[in-house]
């Protein structure tokens, strides 16, 4: 039974996953209107920063950045912030929200190698067995999808397990920098830097045609932004006040199911049986990673 901070911690956790989940719809609907990865990445990330910004200020949040972590920082703004919305926009466009969905929840594994490599964590028999099940699940899908309604393309799988890549370093640098920074300074900072780097593009964004045409997915996109990194990240910072590491990272990972089911009923998306039995293999995983974590919670993306 859990007690009155901890119930009010997990729904603060299931809210803000299922806010995560509705970026897979949202951004496959901006996609097939006709609206470029590119483009869908640089107003989220425009909108995502001012959301940050502006919860900051009203909530009065204290952040800091400290010059000798740059070089930590750039890192982790281009591939948390810029690479990582890149890469999902991409296969989400390629892939479908469903089929993208579970390439981007390869994460873990890349977490579990790349915090092997970075911050020297053992790699236990448990997460030897989750990278199994995550590869396995993987290739699956994979092999499903060439008989589904969007077909495998190598440069698909490629964004994918992209996403899943950028936001493993996401993860493991995040938690090299949660040593110093609270949960806003690392998502502001990221975010900030993020938008800089893209910057010299947006120029070059046909805003005429954004802003007449195609004016209601320009919006939504803005929406979009405010939701990932304005709302979601609140709620999920305000569970994590009443939750342990272990059990927010068990409902948060929750998402990938909440995901699949939005795009099936939003846009009709359907799973090959491959694909199916792929999913649950990548599930099994990260809950086998999650019941292993002891440290820390995984950062919100």
Known sequence: MLSGNRLKGAIYI????LVYAFQSVIARKVLISGISPIVLTGIKLVSGLAALGLMIILLKKKISFHKKDWKKWLIFGLFGGTFFAFFLSASYSMNGAS???????????FTILLASFYLKEKITPLKLGALALVIVGTVLVSLGSLSGELKFTGLGLFFGLASGFSYGVFNVLGKKLSNDYNSWSINFFMVLIAVISILPVLPFFDWGYLLGEKLNFTLMICVYGFLIYGVGNFLFMKGMEHLEAGTVSVLANTEPLLAVLLAALILQERLMPLQIGGFIFIIIGIFMISIGKKGYQELSG
């Open 14 to 17: 299931l809210a803000s996953t």
């Open 99 to 109: 089929q993208g969905v579970i390439l981007l929840y390869t994460a873990p594994a």
